[in-house]
Protein backbone atom coordinates (compact mmCIF):
# COMPACT_ATOMS: atom_id res chain seq x y z
CA UNK A 1 0.00 0.00 0.00
CA UNK A 2 1.15 3.39 -0.85
CA UNK A 3 1.07 6.44 1.18
CA UNK A 4 0.71 9.93 0.32
CA UNK A 5 3.59 11.79 1.88
CA UNK A 6 2.00 15.06 2.23
CA UNK A 7 3.29 17.07 5.51
CA UNK A 8 0.59 19.00 7.02
CA UNK A 9 1.71 22.55 7.76
CA UNK A 10 0.91 22.57 11.72
CA UNK A 11 -0.71 26.32 12.63
CA UNK A 12 1.30 28.87 14.24
CA UNK A 13 -1.83 29.17 16.23
CA UNK A 14 -5.20 27.68 15.17
CA UNK A 15 -8.96 29.83 15.60
CA UNK A 16 -9.80 27.95 18.62
CA UNK A 17 -6.23 28.82 20.54
CA UNK A 18 -7.26 32.46 19.06
CA UNK A 19 -10.18 32.90 20.74
CA UNK A 20 -9.41 31.30 24.12
CA UNK A 21 -6.35 33.80 24.03
CA UNK A 22 -9.22 36.23 23.45
CA UNK A 23 -11.42 34.75 26.36
CA UNK A 24 -8.63 34.64 28.89
CA UNK A 25 -7.82 38.57 28.36
CA UNK A 26 -11.69 39.24 28.36
CA UNK A 27 -11.73 37.75 31.86
CA UNK A 28 -8.96 39.72 32.75
CA UNK A 29 -11.01 42.83 31.43
CA UNK A 30 -13.85 41.88 33.82
CA UNK A 31 -12.24 41.28 36.82
CA UNK A 32 -10.60 44.72 36.59
CA UNK A 33 -14.17 46.36 36.43
CA UNK A 34 -15.16 44.85 38.97
CA UNK A 35 -12.29 45.81 41.28
CA UNK A 36 -12.70 49.81 40.57
CA UNK A 37 -14.30 51.73 42.81
CA UNK A 38 -18.15 52.01 41.21
CA UNK A 39 -18.39 55.67 41.90
CA UNK A 40 -14.55 56.20 40.37
CA UNK A 41 -15.46 54.29 37.28
CA UNK A 42 -17.85 56.40 35.91
CA UNK A 43 -15.81 59.94 37.27
CA UNK A 44 -11.64 59.24 38.00
CA UNK A 45 -9.51 60.49 34.87
CA UNK A 46 -5.82 61.27 34.97
CA UNK A 47 -4.66 63.99 32.81
CA UNK A 48 -7.92 64.27 30.91
CA UNK A 49 -8.33 60.63 29.26
CA UNK A 50 -11.63 59.27 29.29
CA UNK A 51 -12.90 57.81 32.67
CA UNK A 52 -12.65 53.50 32.75
CA UNK A 53 -16.36 53.63 32.13
CA UNK A 54 -15.87 55.53 28.56
CA UNK A 55 -13.19 53.28 27.76
CA UNK A 56 -15.07 49.67 28.28
CA UNK A 57 -18.13 51.03 26.12
CA UNK A 58 -15.67 51.63 23.52
CA UNK A 59 -14.55 47.99 23.94
CA UNK A 60 -17.69 47.11 24.44
CA UNK A 61 -18.60 48.72 20.92
CA UNK A 62 -15.94 46.94 19.16
CA UNK A 63 -14.96 43.25 19.62
CA UNK A 64 -18.55 41.77 19.87
CA UNK A 65 -19.89 44.09 16.98
CA UNK A 66 -16.79 43.24 14.91
CA UNK A 67 -16.80 39.71 15.34
CA UNK A 68 -20.31 39.57 14.51
CA UNK A 69 -19.62 41.50 11.52
CA UNK A 70 -16.54 38.57 10.50
CA UNK A 71 -18.94 35.75 10.95
CA UNK A 72 -22.43 37.03 9.26
CA UNK A 73 -20.68 39.63 6.34
CA UNK A 74 -23.27 41.97 7.58
CA UNK A 75 -22.39 45.54 7.87
CA UNK A 76 -21.32 46.92 11.65
CA UNK A 77 -22.11 50.32 13.05
CA UNK A 78 -19.61 51.81 15.59
CA UNK A 79 -22.04 52.17 18.79
CA UNK A 80 -19.82 53.57 22.13
CA UNK A 81 -22.38 53.93 24.08
CA UNK A 82 -25.26 52.61 26.18
CA UNK A 83 -27.09 53.38 28.74
CA UNK A 84 -25.84 52.23 31.45
CA UNK A 85 -27.07 54.37 34.26
CA UNK A 86 -23.87 54.82 35.93
CA UNK A 87 -23.95 51.21 37.50
CA UNK A 88 -21.14 48.59 37.46
CA UNK A 89 -23.28 45.93 37.24
CA UNK A 90 -24.92 47.00 34.19
CA UNK A 91 -21.14 47.42 32.71
CA UNK A 92 -20.50 43.70 33.57
CA UNK A 93 -23.85 42.60 32.21
CA UNK A 94 -23.43 44.23 28.87
CA UNK A 95 -19.58 42.28 29.06
CA UNK A 96 -20.63 39.06 29.58
CA UNK A 97 -23.85 38.98 26.87
CA UNK A 98 -20.51 40.79 24.29
CA UNK A 99 -18.76 37.55 25.54
CA UNK A 100 -21.24 34.72 25.13
CA UNK A 101 -22.10 36.89 21.41
CA UNK A 102 -17.94 36.26 20.89
CA UNK A 103 -17.98 32.96 21.35
CA UNK A 104 -20.94 32.21 19.52
CA UNK A 105 -19.61 34.41 16.08
CA UNK A 106 -16.78 32.55 16.74
CA UNK A 107 -17.42 29.25 16.06
CA UNK A 108 -19.03 30.54 12.80
CA UNK A 109 -15.92 31.67 11.34
CA UNK A 110 -13.83 29.10 8.68
CA UNK A 111 -10.47 28.59 9.46
CA UNK A 112 -9.39 30.16 6.15
CA UNK A 113 -10.97 33.54 6.29
CA UNK A 114 -8.56 34.76 8.89
CA UNK A 115 -6.31 35.29 5.89
CA UNK A 116 -9.22 37.28 4.00
CA UNK A 117 -9.04 41.54 3.85
CA UNK A 118 -12.31 42.93 5.22
CA UNK A 119 -13.68 46.55 5.71
CA UNK A 120 -14.23 46.36 9.18
CA UNK A 121 -16.93 48.95 10.58
CA UNK A 122 -17.46 50.18 6.53
CA UNK A 123 -13.67 51.39 7.44
CA UNK A 124 -10.86 49.83 8.75
CA UNK A 125 -9.43 47.78 6.00
CA UNK A 126 -7.21 44.71 6.80
CA UNK A 127 -7.09 41.20 7.03
CA UNK A 128 -9.58 39.37 9.40
CA UNK A 129 -6.82 38.38 11.75
CA UNK A 130 -5.17 41.68 11.79
CA UNK A 131 -9.02 43.55 12.85
CA UNK A 132 -9.21 40.67 15.69
CA UNK A 133 -5.70 41.10 16.54
CA UNK A 134 -6.78 44.80 17.11
CA UNK A 135 -9.82 44.12 19.12
CA UNK A 136 -7.34 42.14 21.40
CA UNK A 137 -4.11 44.88 21.74
CA UNK A 138 -6.69 47.51 22.07
CA UNK A 139 -8.27 45.78 25.20
CA UNK A 140 -5.10 44.96 26.57
CA UNK A 141 -4.00 49.18 26.19
CA UNK A 142 -7.25 50.70 27.69
CA UNK A 143 -7.43 47.82 30.67
CA UNK A 144 -3.74 49.02 31.17
CA UNK A 145 -4.58 52.84 31.45
CA UNK A 146 -7.09 51.60 34.35
CA UNK A 147 -4.44 49.85 35.75
CA UNK A 148 -2.54 53.09 36.44
CA UNK A 149 -6.43 54.46 37.40
CA UNK A 150 -6.72 51.88 40.10
CA UNK A 151 -2.94 52.25 41.19
CA UNK A 152 -3.75 56.02 41.65
CA UNK A 153 -6.50 55.14 43.57
CA UNK A 154 -4.42 53.02 46.15
CA UNK A 155 -5.78 49.62 44.85
CA UNK A 156 -4.11 46.89 43.64
CA UNK A 157 -5.12 45.65 40.04
CA UNK A 158 -5.65 41.71 39.33
CA UNK A 159 -2.34 40.05 38.29
CA UNK A 160 -1.68 40.73 34.45
CA UNK A 161 -0.37 37.27 33.86
CA UNK A 162 -3.75 35.51 35.38
CA UNK A 163 -6.36 34.57 32.60
CA UNK B 1 -1.75 12.50 -14.44
CA UNK B 2 -3.53 12.18 -11.61
CA UNK B 3 -3.10 15.02 -9.10
CA UNK B 4 -3.24 14.44 -5.33
CA UNK B 5 -6.21 16.68 -3.67
CA UNK B 6 -4.89 18.11 -0.58
CA UNK B 7 -6.75 21.13 0.43
CA UNK B 8 -3.42 22.87 2.20
CA UNK B 9 -4.78 24.25 5.48
CA UNK B 10 -4.33 28.18 5.22
CA UNK B 11 -2.64 29.51 8.21
CA UNK B 12 -5.03 31.92 10.85
CA UNK B 13 -1.93 33.68 10.81
CA UNK B 14 1.74 32.84 9.82
CA UNK B 15 4.84 33.10 11.22
CA UNK B 16 6.19 35.96 8.87
CA UNK B 17 2.72 38.40 9.67
CA UNK B 18 2.96 37.85 13.50
CA UNK B 19 7.04 39.06 13.11
CA UNK B 20 5.17 42.01 10.86
CA UNK B 21 2.52 42.53 13.95
CA UNK B 22 5.53 42.34 16.85
CA UNK B 23 7.40 44.66 15.02
CA UNK B 24 4.77 47.04 14.29
CA UNK B 25 4.30 47.20 18.10
CA UNK B 26 8.12 47.56 18.91
CA UNK B 27 7.86 50.70 16.51
CA UNK B 28 4.87 52.47 18.54
CA UNK B 29 6.96 51.88 21.77
CA UNK B 30 10.10 53.12 20.22
CA UNK B 31 8.32 56.39 19.25
CA UNK B 32 6.48 56.72 23.24
CA UNK B 33 10.31 56.62 24.52
CA UNK B 34 11.37 59.22 21.66
CA UNK B 35 8.63 61.20 22.87
CA UNK B 36 8.96 60.74 26.83
CA UNK B 37 10.71 63.66 28.76
CA UNK B 38 14.05 62.40 29.40
CA UNK B 39 14.15 63.30 33.09
CA UNK B 40 10.51 62.30 33.55
CA UNK B 41 11.59 59.15 31.94
CA UNK B 42 13.84 57.46 34.70
CA UNK B 43 11.80 59.47 38.03
CA UNK B 44 7.94 59.66 36.61
CA UNK B 45 5.71 57.69 38.24
CA UNK B 46 2.10 57.52 39.60
CA UNK B 47 1.17 55.21 42.36
CA UNK B 48 4.04 53.85 43.38
CA UNK B 49 4.63 52.24 39.94
CA UNK B 50 7.86 51.52 38.45
CA UNK B 51 9.50 54.51 35.67
CA UNK B 52 8.89 53.76 32.44
CA UNK B 53 12.69 53.38 31.72
CA UNK B 54 11.90 50.45 34.22
CA UNK B 55 9.07 49.16 32.49
CA UNK B 56 11.44 49.05 29.15
CA UNK B 57 13.77 47.31 30.86
CA UNK B 58 11.72 45.02 31.67
CA UNK B 59 10.60 44.77 28.26
CA UNK B 60 14.36 44.49 27.04
CA UNK B 61 14.99 41.75 29.38
CA UNK B 62 12.11 39.54 28.00
CA UNK B 63 11.61 39.58 24.43
CA UNK B 64 15.33 39.55 22.72
CA UNK B 65 16.72 36.68 25.21
CA UNK B 66 12.85 34.84 24.71
CA UNK B 67 12.91 34.58 21.41
CA UNK B 68 16.76 33.73 20.90
CA UNK B 69 16.17 31.17 23.80
CA UNK B 70 13.39 29.75 21.49
CA UNK B 71 15.34 29.96 18.42
CA UNK B 72 18.67 27.85 19.98
CA UNK B 73 17.47 25.97 22.55
CA UNK B 74 19.93 27.80 25.15
CA UNK B 75 18.37 28.99 28.35
CA UNK B 76 17.55 32.53 28.97
CA UNK B 77 17.90 34.52 32.22
CA UNK B 78 15.94 37.09 33.39
CA UNK B 79 18.04 40.11 33.42
CA UNK B 80 15.83 43.64 33.67
CA UNK B 81 18.74 46.07 34.04
CA UNK B 82 21.00 47.22 32.45
CA UNK B 83 24.01 50.52 32.85
CA UNK B 84 21.47 53.50 30.78
CA UNK B 85 23.17 56.00 32.72
CA UNK B 86 19.98 57.38 32.75
CA UNK B 87 20.03 58.59 29.35
CA UNK B 88 17.05 57.87 26.77
CA UNK B 89 19.51 57.78 24.18
CA UNK B 90 20.97 54.26 25.58
CA UNK B 91 17.50 52.57 26.21
CA UNK B 92 17.00 53.26 22.75
CA UNK B 93 20.01 52.24 21.41
CA UNK B 94 19.07 48.86 23.68
CA UNK B 95 15.62 48.93 22.34
CA UNK B 96 16.99 49.10 18.47
CA UNK B 97 19.66 46.07 19.25
CA UNK B 98 16.96 43.86 20.63
CA UNK B 99 14.71 44.53 17.46
CA UNK B 100 17.72 43.29 15.88
CA UNK B 101 18.32 40.53 17.57
CA UNK B 102 14.29 39.43 17.50
CA UNK B 103 14.44 39.62 13.59
CA UNK B 104 17.59 37.53 13.36
CA UNK B 105 16.50 34.96 16.13
CA UNK B 106 12.79 34.98 14.98
CA UNK B 107 13.71 33.99 11.23
CA UNK B 108 15.86 30.65 12.62
CA UNK B 109 12.11 29.28 14.20
CA UNK B 110 10.44 27.06 12.36
CA UNK B 111 7.33 27.02 11.53
CA UNK B 112 5.85 23.84 13.53
CA UNK B 113 7.72 25.00 16.65
CA UNK B 114 5.19 27.72 17.47
CA UNK B 115 2.93 24.72 18.53
CA UNK B 116 5.97 23.07 20.44
CA UNK B 117 5.66 23.42 24.52
CA UNK B 118 8.60 24.88 26.65
CA UNK B 119 10.06 26.89 29.44
CA UNK B 120 10.38 29.79 29.08
CA UNK B 121 13.79 31.42 31.41
CA UNK B 122 13.69 27.86 32.95
CA UNK B 123 9.94 29.05 34.37
CA UNK B 124 7.49 29.93 32.52
CA UNK B 125 5.46 26.80 31.01
CA UNK B 126 4.19 27.08 27.83
CA UNK B 127 3.55 26.77 23.66
CA UNK B 128 5.83 28.65 21.67
CA UNK B 129 3.11 30.79 20.57
CA UNK B 130 2.01 31.32 24.04
CA UNK B 131 5.34 33.15 25.30
CA UNK B 132 5.54 35.01 21.90
CA UNK B 133 1.82 36.05 22.91
CA UNK B 134 3.05 37.34 26.44
CA UNK B 135 5.91 39.04 25.35
CA UNK B 136 3.86 41.29 22.70
CA UNK B 137 1.11 41.59 25.13
CA UNK B 138 3.50 42.60 28.02
CA UNK B 139 4.49 44.94 25.90
CA UNK B 140 1.32 47.03 24.95
CA UNK B 141 0.33 46.29 28.70
CA UNK B 142 3.55 48.66 29.78
CA UNK B 143 3.45 51.12 26.80
CA UNK B 144 -0.13 51.69 28.07
CA UNK B 145 1.08 52.80 31.09
CA UNK B 146 3.55 55.63 30.13
CA UNK B 147 0.83 56.60 28.14
CA UNK B 148 -1.39 57.58 30.73
CA UNK B 149 2.37 59.01 32.37
CA UNK B 150 2.16 60.98 29.13
CA UNK B 151 -1.33 62.56 29.23
CA UNK B 152 -0.41 63.20 33.08
CA UNK B 153 2.52 65.38 32.22
CA UNK B 154 0.54 67.01 29.32
CA UNK B 155 2.10 65.54 26.29
CA UNK B 156 0.02 63.54 23.58
CA UNK B 157 1.08 60.00 23.09
CA UNK B 158 1.52 58.71 19.68
CA UNK B 159 -1.33 57.04 18.18
CA UNK B 160 -2.02 53.51 19.39
CA UNK B 161 -2.90 52.52 15.77
CA UNK B 162 -0.07 53.76 13.64
CA UNK B 163 2.75 51.54 13.71
Given at each position: MET???K????V?N??EL????K?HR?L??R???????EQ??????G????F?E?I?????I??P???E????????????F??Q?????L???W?K??????K??LQI?Q????E???SF?Q?EGK???N??Y????E????A??????????IDPP????R
Amino acid sequence: METTNVKKEVQVINAEELLTHLKGHRKLTRRTIEIFPEEQLFTYSIGGMRSFAELIQELLGIAAPGIKEIATGNPAELQENFDHQNKKANLLEAWDKATVEIEKYWLQIEQERFQETIKSFGQYEGKVWENIFYFIDNEIHHRAQAFVYLRALGIDPPFFWDR
